[in-house]
């Protein structure tokens, strides 16, 4: 195999690095992780893995160091990388929900929407996209990186921050409240654009799109499938959600029928009563791992 038939992944450090390891898995990618390493291995030998942190992704790809990786689409305004988003990848390590850039000040500030920040201090890790953000208000003030702890500073280091949040709770904890939503962020598989225009590259990182996706479309989702009547047919697929048609196969009982539906996990509990009593029999729940549309 020539080095050219290998792929070169970025795999992010830090909070995304575990929900990462994890997707893939459960895509059938094994990343094993060593203590002291940053390069952890793969069960794909036509792929090479490089631990990086989600900040400096963009630019390693772009800089072909890198054929491909996971960062947030943050990062890449951010670092103004040349780069193509592949796709969008909405998983991370608290919840569902995507990251939230915000601008925060003080409960007790005098500050109440962006213009009152005009030759004020700002401190924060993603200083670009300030500058651009407060451009855009026609806004100057005077922004400065912050090294952590950025929720800490105000009111004596900055009189304003912008940070980062999926909840708010650390920034509840910290007195500040929120004047305004800077960038709202998700996770990207990226590309380096000469890598996208090889096409074994191509087709290498289309089908890992095409498993970790799948993944995803399972998230919270399980199968059902049960007996039914053809006489009670109707009634029955009246209580399935309407999300997808259920398969309905013929049974050697030609009275009967296999009713089989895809439905989210929460809803269980609340329909298969239902389903029993529209006649539904031998009623199954099984795990799913991938839907692939």
Known sequence: MSM???????VPSGSLQEPTAELF???????????????????????????VRAQEMARYVEQGVLDAGITGHDWVVE??????????LVYSKVSRQPTRWVLCVPEDSAVTAVADLQGKRIA???VNLTRAYLADHGVTADIEFSWGATEVKPPRLADAIVEVTETGSSLRANNLRIVDEVLTSTPRLIMNRTAAADAWKREKVAN?????????????????????????????????PALQTPT?????????????????????????PKLKTAGARGIVEYAINKIID
């Open 208 to 240: 890992l799109e095409l498993m970790l996706k799948a993944c995803l479309a399972a998230e919270g989702k399980v199968g059902l499938m049960m007996n039914v009547r053809r006489a009670d047919l109707e009634a029955v697929v009246g209580v399935l």
């Open 4 to 10: 050219a038939n290998v792929l070169k992944l970025g």
């Open 79 to 88: 670092t103004d990388s040349d780069v193509e988003e592949v796709c969008e």
């Open 248 to 272: 309905v196969s013929a049974l050697a009982d030609e009275e009967w029928v296999d009713v089989n539906s895809i439905v989210e996990e929460a809803v269980v509990r609340l329909i298969v």
């Open 124 to 126: 924060t890790e993603v």
């Open 25 to 51: 898995r459960r895509a059938g990618y094994e990343i094993t992780f060593s203590s002291r390493s940053y390069y952890p291995t793969i069960n794909d030998p036509e792929i090479d893995c490089l631990l």
